[in-house]
């Protein structure tokens, strides 16, 4: 079974610039989050979608979005690119929308902000 | 409030040993306590949890005891194997979205 799968790998912007990041869960799994881990430091959450609906925001600017699609997959766009936005963007899937539900992760992406 | 604080920031242990990773909260809310395990190039990936009603969880070589009254919790690894190398995460939640993470621990296992 395929688990979580993220794209692209690695990505190097310049400030100023914007980025998409997708996403595509685990089969039967309806429930997505995006975290962000900054070198050295735990998984930061930023959102987490159900069924097409944002159901959690964490504490990061306007600038950073997300949508989930009909087939649960996700995007999370990053406009107006800071240095500090630097990091590896983790997204999660799980079967509901609680923490204790087992959220599964895929490998990340990297993105490098110059 | 809302952090959790994870120590020590590295651990090296040998072949057999015990690693010991502690976390402390703040919190009282939280009710539910999973420790992650990254390796280099991977997603985190859910170890074992403890829920604030028991004060200890086994699973086979790993072991979450829990503090309710100190806010504290930790992770111990017996018989710890080269194998473990990785970075540890506790994290803590009050049954909503969103856990709250740990800083990590970097762990290494010498053969």
């Known amino acids: 079974d395929a688990g979580v799968t993220q794209s692209p790998t690695h990505l190097i912007k310049t400030r100023g610039q914007q980025v998409t990041l997708r996403c595509s869960p685990i089969?039967?799994?309806?429930?997505v989050s995006w975290y962000q881990q900054v070198l050295g430091q735990g998984p930061q959450f930023i959102f987490q979608y159900y069924e097409k609906e944002e159901r959690g925001r964490g504490n990061f600017p306007d600038r950073f979005s997300a949508r989930q699609f009909p087939n649960y997959s996700s995007e999370l766009n990053v406009n107006a690119l800071l240095l500090g936005d630097s990091a590896l963007y983790l997204c999660a899937s799980s079967f509901g929308t609680l923490a204790y539900n087992e959220q599964f992760f895929g490998p990340g992406t990297r993105l490098t902000v110059l | 409030q809302q952090q959790v604080k994870q120590s020590p920031q590295s651990l090296i242990v040998q072949k057999g040993g015990i690693s010991i990773i502690n976390c402390a909260y703040e919190?009282?809310?939280?009710?539910?306590f999973p420790w992650y395990q990254q390796f280099p190039g991977k997603g985190p990936a859910l170890l074992i949890a403890?829920?604030?009603d028991v004060s200890e969880k086994k699973e086979g070589r790993f072991t979450i005891s829990f503090n309710k009254s100190a806010k504290q919790f930790s992770l111990h690894i017996m018989d710890s194997q080269p194998g473990d190398s990785a970075t540890y995460f506790c994290?803590?939640?009050?049954?909503?979205?969103?856990?709250?993470w740990g800083a990590g621990t970097k762990l290494i296992i010498k053969p």
């Open positions: 089969s039967g799994h309806k429930s």
């Open positions: 919190n009282t809310a939280f009710d539910y």
């Open positions: 403890i829920r604030p």
């Open positions: 994290a803590a939640t009050d049954s909503n979205y969103q856990l709250i």
